[in-house]
């Protein structure tokens, strides 16, 4: 399952953020931190992990995600395995891949992009990612996510105009099963939904009582 999560980095936070990393020095190859295959199929820049300003910004946004309330019910991030800066210029692309298993001795669960440029600033660049159901091309609005599950093949299609820059990151789940997770943020979904309007408290006890349930049986932690 994709979940795409509107303004989880407000304006003024993005703006402060491009800033801090406009200088392209604060950029390196990606394929310093690709492994295997994805290594031949990466073409892109990743920020410089020493940098001071490429470290503030990725400490900014990994306690915002941290927080997010949606990222979290979807996610349910038991540990951040790492956050990455990428850009991509015009030329760049990351070939279909699959991400790690392990990174930095962490199970990847949940893979997300973070977009940090305007989609009209850039060309191409979609993130097209295969579910079972097919192809989906993901282009979204700067400050918004995407999350997935790492077990699908995924890429970057080539940049052909402007310069796009993203977070990108990997997340072990408390609850391993995309499938799970998936009925789990439905329900929780739905149950906030119930909470904004006078109904059957004790429908909405049993429905919270069921989730709370699942949750026990499901947790990987
Ligand atoms: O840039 C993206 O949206 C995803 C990049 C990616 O797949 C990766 O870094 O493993
Ligand atoms: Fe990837």
């Given at each position: 399952?994709?979940?795409?999560?509107?303004?989880?980095?407000?304006?003024?936070?993005?703006?402060?953020?491009?800033?801090?990393?406009?200088?392209?020095?604060r950029?390196?190859?990606?394929?310093?931190?690709?492994?295997?295959?994805?290594?031949?199929?990466?073409?892109?820049?990743?920020?410089?992990d020493?940098?001071?300003?490429v470290?503030?910004?990725?400490r900014l946004?990994?306690?915002?995600l941290?927080?997010?309330?949606?990222?979290?019910?979807?996610a349910?991030?038991?540990?951040?395995?790492?956050?990455?800066?990428?850009?991509?210029?015009?030329?760049?692309?990351?070939?279909?891949?699959?991400?790690?298993?392990?990174?930095?001795?962490?199970?990847?669960?949940?893979?997300?992009?973070?977009?940090?440029?305007?989609?009209?600033?850039y060309?191409?660049?979609?993130?097209?990612?295969?579910?079972?159901?097919?192809?989906?091309?993901i282009?979204?609005p700067?400050?918004?996510?995407?999350?997935?599950?790492?077990?699908?093949?995924?890429?970057?299609?080539?940049?052909?105009?402007?310069?796009?820059?993203?977070a990108?990151?990997?997340?072990?789940?408390?609850?391993?099963?995309?499938?799970?997770?998936g009925?789990?943020?439905?329900?929780?979904?739905?149950?906030?939904?119930?909470?904004?309007?006078?109904?059957?408290?004790?429908?909405?006890?049993?429905?919270?009582?069921i989730?709370?349930?699942l949750?026990?049986?499901?947790?990987?932690a």
């Amino acid at each position: 399952m994709l979940t795409c999560i509107d303004g989880v980095i407000d304006a003024p936070t993005l703006a402060a953020v491009r800033e801090q990393l406009a200088d392209p020095a604060r950029f390196q190859s990606g394929a310093a931190t690709a492994a295997g295959r994805a290594r031949q199929v990466k073409h892109n820049l990743q920020g410089v992990d020493t940098d001071p300003q490429v470290r503030g910004v990725t400490r900014l946004l990994e306690r915002t995600l941290w927080e997010h309330p949606v990222f979290r019910a979807a996610a349910r991030p038991r540990q951040l395995a790492r956050l990455l800066l990428s850009r991509y210029e015009a030329g760049m692309a990351y070939g279909t891949h699959i991400d790690a298993p392990q990174i930095d001795g962490v199970r990847t669960d949940v893979s997300f992009t973070l977009f940090l440029s305007e989609p009209d600033s850039y060309e191409g660049g979609e993130l097209v990612i295969e579910s079972g159901a097919g192809e989906d091309a993901i282009k979204l609005p700067a400050g918004a996510l995407v999350c997935y599950p790492s077990s699908f093949l995924h890429r970057v299609a080539p940049v052909t105009a402007g310069t796009r820059l993203v977070a990108v990151g990997w997340v072990r789940s408390e609850v391993r099963s995309a499938e799970q997770r998936g009925l789990l943020f439905a329900l929780d979904s739905a149950l906030a939904r119930l909470a904004e309007q006078p109904g059957d408290p004790a429908a909405i006890a049993e429905l919270s009582n069921i989730r709370a349930n699942l949750v026990r049986m499901w947790l990987d932690a």
